[in-house]
């Protein structure tokens, strides 16, 4: 088993790009996460997802949308990149309230 | 709203001293309580999990302990080693599966 898988590590983006972030988990769970991490603030919930075709907001979820077409793929877009996007993002999944995280994507905004 | 804190923020001992790390919480209303460790630049490792049931959960050196009516836990690591140094996070379940972490205690053990 990979576990939770995230696409890709590092990222560097001007200013209004857009991007995807990929998560995969291959353990079968219903519910999935994306968190940002950044100094001094913790962990932040963007969006979660407690089934395939469902998303919902979290605590800061301002310029981020999400997608889980299938059980197995949580995707993460930002349609207009902005300096205060640079963080660290995390993906995780979940079964029996167990949370279990991808390695993170270190994202740059310039 | 849930708030979780952890103090200290930091903290420093020296190789084979216990470890004990705090984590209060506002509300008592959790399903569960994780504890994971996070080394520089890497993901989260969950630790422990305890259930709202339970009082203790044990895994070899380590130990967590949960009080839900005073919105404690209490992470225990016997006989530090160099290698636990990392950063240590809590976290809460609450309603709808969802995580609110506390801001994390950075551990250093010295040789």
């Known amino acids: 088993n990979a576990g939770v898988t995230q696409t890709p590590k590092f990222r560097v983006l001007k200013t209004g790009q857009s991007m995807t972030l990929l998560c995969a988990q291959d353990m079968n769970h219903e519910y999935m996460y994306w968190y940002r991490q950044d100094p001094g603030m913790g962990l932040r919930l963007i969006h979660y997802s407690v089934g395939e075709g469902t998303t919902a907001k979290g605590e800061v979820p301002d310029g981020y949308n999400v997608s889980r077409l299938k059980k197995q793929n949580f995707l993460l877009g930002l349609e207009s990149a902005a300096p205060s996007q640079t963080s660290v993002y995390f993906c995780?999944?979940?079964?029996?309230?167990?949370?279990?995280f991808g390695p993170g994507t270190r994202l740059t905004v310039l | 709203k849930q708030e979780v804190t952890q103090i200290p923020a930091a903290l420093s001992v020296p190789e084979g001293e216990n470890l004990v790390l705090n984590c209060s919480f506002t509300d008592s209303a959790i399903y569960n309580l994780q504890w994971f460790r996070q080394d520089p630049g890497k993901g989260l490792t969950s630790l422990l999990l305890i259930q709202s049931s339970q009082r203790e959960q044990t895994s070899g050196r380590l130990n967590a302990s949960l009080d839900k009516s005073s919105g404690r836990s209490t992470l225990y690591i016997a006989a530090s080693q160099p290698g636990d140094s990392a950063t240590y996070l809590c976290a809460v379940c609450v309603a709808g599966n969802k995580l609110t972490f506390g801001g994390g205690t950075r551990v250093l053990v010295k040789p």
């Open positions: 995780a999944s979940s079964e029996n309230n167990e949370q279990f």
